[in-house]
């Protein structure tokens, strides 16, 4: 019925056949199709009218909560204040910052002390960095497109895997640069495809977002990455390494910057680790000439990061907030992976750590068919097509567990989905007469 309902072939005020009758021509026990219709009530899809009968009921206006398993955003950390992180850290910047600089034009990708900071917050990833080789960037999003901007021109093309970053996807739109996808495995782009792409395509980048990549939450093992590398040296074109889930990983291999300093464009935002609304993040340039192309890039986009946020991350790092703040995220990120896992047990991939898993659905389910079912439940999951790079097809969702405050919630949320993907969806329309 519900899936009839999300189909169009029932629509609110469509009478149903009598349980009884229904029985009969479905050739199923009494007792089944009286479950069913209890159930579709208790969903609030059909309505009793008495002697009347029952009818699909009209939509009616929700007032719980929607749980969103669509956007990936760091969980709140248990055990640590937020709202007082942010006052303290607001009133160090306030007593010991100039207030006309903090509201003022910054040219140079971050001062020095921010670019420290960034450095300190890079080490455990990076190992020690030189400070100069840092700019510091109003987030992801614009890093990547200034990257773009730097390293390519109009009709180039940038390789990337089959399932990658939408926002990957939209800049390079946007900027007039061609996507190829790149054959990807359990371990990430296959090392074979990407010589051969390299050879046929003259890349002007490679995009990779080798740990707990988004969507598939796949870490690229430290050999893969040594192979890829060592590609990309040899064919003298740039690697994008979006980093934004390292320091949520479990025992992550090096960054393939380390590998490969020259040829590699870090970026590591603080977004998914610490808080999406401060838009800070951190590319790590050693050349000169790349950094100072980047930056001439990054200023046509965005003139700087905001001050006062800049400001308040650097504080955070110093004083150590920041890595109470990750730290806490990190421990509720892994408490949710295992709900993840125990709810949807034999379906999730999810490896145990970071923000999302991927959830690989069974033959009877496609993906936007699934997606639709699951947000007449409340429910809303992002489908395999929201990050296909090219015209390759999954079935599957990426699951975001973050995203919900409150623990409970999201574990009920999880057990509706599992229950959701246990149903066999059907057309009922050849058994329902109206």
Known sequence: MQAAIVAGSLAPGDRLPPQRQLAVQLDIDLTTVTRAYDEARRRNLLEGRGAHGTYVAPPKVGFAPVIDLSMNTPPPPAGVDVD?????????????????????????????????????????????????????????QAAIAAAILAHTAPGDTILVEPMSYPGLRDAATHLGRCLATVEADEHGMVPERLEEACRRDKPGLIYLNPTLQNPTAVTMPESRRQALAGIAQRYDVRILED????????????????????????????????????????????????????????????????????????????????????????????????????????????????????????????????????????????????????????????????????????????????????????????????
């Open 84 to 140: 007082d992180m942010l006052k303290q850290g607001l009133s160090q910047v306030l007593l010991s910052a100039d207030n006309q600089l903090l509201m003022a034009y910054h040219l140079g990708g971050g001062s020095d002390a921010d670019r420290q900071a960034g450095a300190t917050w890079l080490e455990p990833i990076c190992g020690r960095l030189d400070p100069t080789h840092i700019v510091v960037c109003p987030g992801a």
């Open 243 to 434: 980093d934004p889930y390292w320091l949520l990983a479990d025992a992550p291999p090096p960054p393939m910057m380390t590998l490969a300093p020259n040829h590699v464009l870090y970026v590591s935002t603080l977004s998914k680790c610490l808080a999406p609304g401060l838009r800070v993040a951190f590319v790590v340039l050693p050349d000169p000439d790349q950094r100072a192309r980047f930056l001439g890039a990054l200023r046509s986009l965005a003139l700087m990061a905001t001050p006062l946020s800049v400001a308040l991350a650097t504080q955070w790092i110093v004083d150590g907030s920041a890595a109470r703040l990750m730290q806490g995220i990190r421990d509720e990120a892994r408490m949710r992976q295992q709900m993840a896992r125990s709810a949807l047990a034999g379906q999730y991939s999810g490896p145990g750590d970071g923000l999302h898993g991927w959830l690989t659905l069974p033959a009877c389910w496609n993906a936007a068919q699934l997606a639709a079912a699951a947000a007449t439940e409340g429910i809303v999951v992002t489908p395999a097509d929201a990050f296909a790079a090219g015209s390759e097809s999954v079935n599957a969702i990426r699951l975001s567990l973050g995203n919900i405050k409150d623990r409970q919630q999201l574990q009920a949320g999880l057990q509706r989905l599992s229950d959701l993907i246990a149903r066999r969806p059907a057309s009922f329309s050849a058994g329902l007469t109206r």
